[in-house]
């Protein structure tokens, strides 16, 4: 195996966002599962990154400071960042602004399910959240836990990635462009996380690759659970045609996050991302 390539998770979230183990437990879980690299990817926040940073070098394992931002122009159009500088001044206050944001959001999430008939409190779903910041897993949580559905899946299915919660909650969002400055300007590189998420396909999501191509991206995630073999084929091809990285995630939040995500053992080529700051 050439020395670029190594067994890696790319896209990993904990508690730091809205995943369920700490920084320093998701390393040594990465470790245990023999990866050779991950990336810490936490929702507009770089606060689990030096824990995790310091777990990696005490295990051995190669933890790439990350980040994940979230776009306008689609509802679930995504940016993941790799090998930013944690302490970055402009990234420091992108978060910032974007964590008052979520906190925002949290009210305007709990207003939209009561006119969905779902009656939750903002204390219950920060009690399931424990340490980590609230984000749309906990209220899924807090849904099941009351009976609403059965499961965070059907959550999100009915309730919480929605026309109408997108055009009701998420409000204000940056551009992408934004996001890839704010990367870059870190010291970092910006990949298109999850493409199909974005839900759009062929020639519209070919031109949005190549605004994105002319806005700094540096790659496209590829290799996702949830990506089809005909989905991969064809983001593969867009990473060719624009000569972007192909990377690849599991997106792991933690099996009472997302029960049916496990870490991934891809083999990606690395050379391409920055070393630690």
Request: net charge neutral; glycine share 8%.
């Amino acid at each position: 195996m050439s020395g670029a390539i190594r067994t890696a998770d790319l896209h990993l979230h904990t508690t730091a966002s809205d995943g369920q183990y700490t920084p320093a437990q998701l390393v040594r879980l990465a470790k245990a599962r023999g990866l050779e690299a991950a990336a810490i990817t936490d929702h507009d926040t770089t606060a689990g990154l030096k824990e995790a940073m310091q777990a990696g070098e005490k295990c051995g394992l190669r933890v790439i400071p990350g980040i994940e931002l979230s776009a306008k122009e689609y509802p679930s159009l995504h940016i993941l960042g790799y090998g930013v500088s944690p302490d970055a001044p402009v990234l420091l206050d992108f978060c910032r602004r974007r964590r008052a944001w979520r906190d925002r959001r949290s009210e305007r999430l709990l207003a939209f399910l009561l006119e969905q008939g779902v009656r939750l409190s903002l204390s219950e779903v920060a009690e399931i959240a424990g340490t980590a910041a609230i984000g749309r897993p906990h209220f899924a949580q807090a849904m099941v836990r009351r009976g609403y559905v059965s499961t965070n899946q059907e959550a999100f299915a009915r309730y919480l990635d929605t026309q109408a919660y997108h055009a009701q909650v998420e409000q204000c969002k940056p551009t992408a462009q934004a996001c890839i400055a704010a990367i870059m300007a870190s010291g970092g590189k910006a990949s298109l996380a999850h493409p199909y998420q974005t839900g759009i396909h062929g020639d519209a999501l070919d031109r949005l690759v190549a605004a994105l191509k002319d806005c700094g991206l540096s790659a496209i995630e590829c290799y996702y659970p949830k990506h089809t073999p005909e989905q991969q084929a064809f983001y593969l091809h867009l990473a060719e045609k624009y000569r972007l990285h192909p990377t690849g995630g599991s997106d792991f939040h933690g099996e009472k996050v997302k029960p049916d995500v496990e870490l991934a053992a891809l083999e990606l080529d690395l050379s391409w991302l920055p070393d630690h700051p």
